[in-house]
Structures are given as C-alpha cells and as structure tokens.
C-alpha cells in the first residue's frame, strides 16, 4: 500500500505538469488573499484570523484535486497498467488506499500555506487583536476532512472512466454539487424537515460547523462514512474490472 502511495508522488513529481498544478495554486491563493482586491483579502477584511482563507480554500480545491487525481485511475485503464496491478499481490482496498495516501500527502503540501499564513497575521495583527486558535484549528481539520473526501470523490471518478479529462470533469462536478448543490436545493423548501435534512446531507454544513472551531462527533461521522461510501464505490468498479 506504502509503495504504490510513493509511486503515486513519483509519478506526480516526474512531471512538469505536476509542479504546474502546485505552482498554480499557491499563485492563485496568494494573490486573492494578499494581493487583488476582492471579497478574500485578508489584509482589506480588518481581522486577525484566517476565515476568508478557509472560505476559499473549498472553491480552489475544486479544481486542485480533481487536477492531481484525475489520472490516479485513468490513467492506468486507458494504457492497460491496471492488468499489470492486479496481478500484484496487493488487495483491490489495498490499491485504492495507496493511491488515496499518495493524493493527500500531495494535497498536504498545499495546506503547508495555512501554517505560512498565520504567521504572517500574527505579525500583522494590533496587540489589542486576539487570534482565535480554536476556530483555526477546528477550521483546519475541516478543511483537511473536506480534502479527503473530495479525493475519494475524484478517485471513485477516476475507476469510472478511462479519459483524464472526463473524470476531472465528472469529479468537479461531482465535489461541487456535494458541497453547494444540497445547500441551494434546500433553499426550495419551506418545510423545515426537508430543509434540515438536505442540508446536512451536504458537506458545507459540517465544513461550515468545524469552521466555527465546534468539532461535532456528527460531523466526523458524517465525513469518515462519505469517505468510505465513495471508496467502497472505487472499490467496487476494480472489482468489475478485475473480473
């Protein structure tokens, strides 16, 4: 599982797009929250914490993951390596795991900026201002979580098509309506049962609970069964086509 998680990175690190990608990122994040003026500056917002941040974080990682695991599978089906995997003695789970690791450790690069980032407000912020570590800490484990299941998602697009480019597309789609889809069809409901529970069968609602610094067992719940769900689904299409 650990090798194919390294060979995950090799491969991504081997190429220029990869640093293309990664390089991407950092500008774009960069210069809304410093430089362009527009709802996600930090320095305009007047506040010492890192909330604008973590509000923008889900829109980038949008494209971000789905752009680093759109090949995870693809790749591999379309150039026909996927008969060489399975004849490894690895399990299928084993398999998805691999890649699974060796996409959030690329994505844990790219949060390495959280860390950069409050450094830079604390030494920005008046003496008078208070930096809320529970919000940012709660608020980093959600953007961590929501991370995860966004790569599950794109891994699970990824088994399901042999095109990089469809299942980047499926997969942003797909991360999106999860996040902001169930949210907004909510909204059509005057009935508040129907509202509640469309609401927290979307990801924004929890996303947006532990960006308060409330870490809630429903909303861990919630995030470590979607991950097995859209897993369990990866797993699965293998099997398919294994057989």
């Given at each position: ?17 990869g ?22 500056n ?5 506040f ?6 973590f ?12 752009a ?6 693809s ?34 690069c ?7 980032y ?19 800490w ?9 991370a ?45 049962t ?22 809630d067992?429903?909303d ?7 991950l ?16």
């Amino acid at each position: 599982m650990l090798a194919i998680a390294k060979r995950e990175i090799r491969s991504f690190f081997t190429t220029p797009l990869g640093y293309s990608i990664l390089a991407v990122f950092f500008i774009l994040n960069g210069l809304l929250l410093w430089v362009f003026t527009n709802a996600f500056n930090l320095i305009d917002s007047g506040f010492a914490d890192l909330n604008l941040y973590f509000e923008l974080m889900p829109w980038l990682f949008l494209f971000l993951i789905p752009a680093i695991g759109m090949k995870a599978f693809s790749e591999e089906i379309k150039s026909g390596t996927i008969a060489l995997l399975f004849t490894k003695p690895i399990a299928v789970w084993e398999l998805i795991l691999g890649k699974f690791l060796g996409m959030l450790f690329l994505i844990g690069c790219s949060l390495v900026a959280s860390f950069i980032y409050v450094y830079v407000v604390l030494e920005l912020k008046l003496e008078s201002d208070v930096f809320d570590w529970g919000a940012f800490w709660g608020s980093f484990l959600g953007l961590f979580f929501l991370a995860a299941l966004f790569s599950s998602i794109t891994l699970c697009c990824s088994c399901f098509s042999k095109n990089q480019v469809v299942a980047f597309l499926a997969a942003v789609l797909l991360c999106f309506l999860h996040f902001y889809g169930w949210r907004e069809a909510s909204l059509y409901f005057s009935d508040n049962t129907i509202y509640s529970f469309l609401n927290a069968v979307g990801i924004s609602s929890h996303y947006n609970q532990m960006s308060k610094g409330i870490i809630d067992s429903k909303d861990l719940i919630y995030f470590l069964g979607q991950l097995f769900l859209f897993l369990f689904f990866a797993v699965n299409q293998l099997h398919k086509l294994k057989r």
